[in-house]
C-alpha cells in the first residue's frame, strides 16, 4: 500500500520534511524509513526486529521521534486515510475519533458535583 502510495499518487513524498538547513547529506532512503515505520506500525514488531533490508533500528526510530513531534506522521496518515476513504467512495468522516497508535488509551474523567448528603467517609 505504501509503495503504491509513493509512487502513483505522489501522496506521501511531498509530507516528508526536507533535511535541516546546513546539515549534512541524508544517510538513509526516506522511503526506507517510512517502510520502516509501516512495517512496525502494521506488525506490531519491536524496535530490534526490524529486518535487516530496512534502515537501522536507530534511523527509523529517530525519524519516528521528530515526525511524531513535528506532526508529519500524524499529516501522513491523514494522507492515507483520505486516500483509503477516495478508494471505497466513502466520504471522510469529520467525527472520526482521533486514534494515536503511539498512546495508551486514556477515559477522561467529568469532576461531578457531589451532593452533600452523599458521605465522602467510609465507615469502620
Known sequence: MITIAWNAQGLVEPLIPPGKRGGGKR???????????????????????????????SSVYGYFDLWTYDGTLERIHHALYERCRD???????????????????????????IPKWVSTHTAH
Open 27 to 57: 544517510t538513509v532512503i526516506m522511503r526506507e524509513v517510512v517502510n520502516g515505520l509501516m512495517y512496525i506500525l502494521s506488525t506490531g514488531c519491536q524496535w530490534r526486529a526490524i529486518p535487516k533490508d530496512l534502515p537501522p533500528k
Open 87 to 113: 478508494r471505497e467512495q466513502r466520504e471522510a468522516c469529520v467525527a472520526a475519533p482521533n486514534i494515536d497508535p503511539f498512546r495508551r488509551p486514556t477515559l477522561t474523567l467529568v469532576k461531578q458535583k
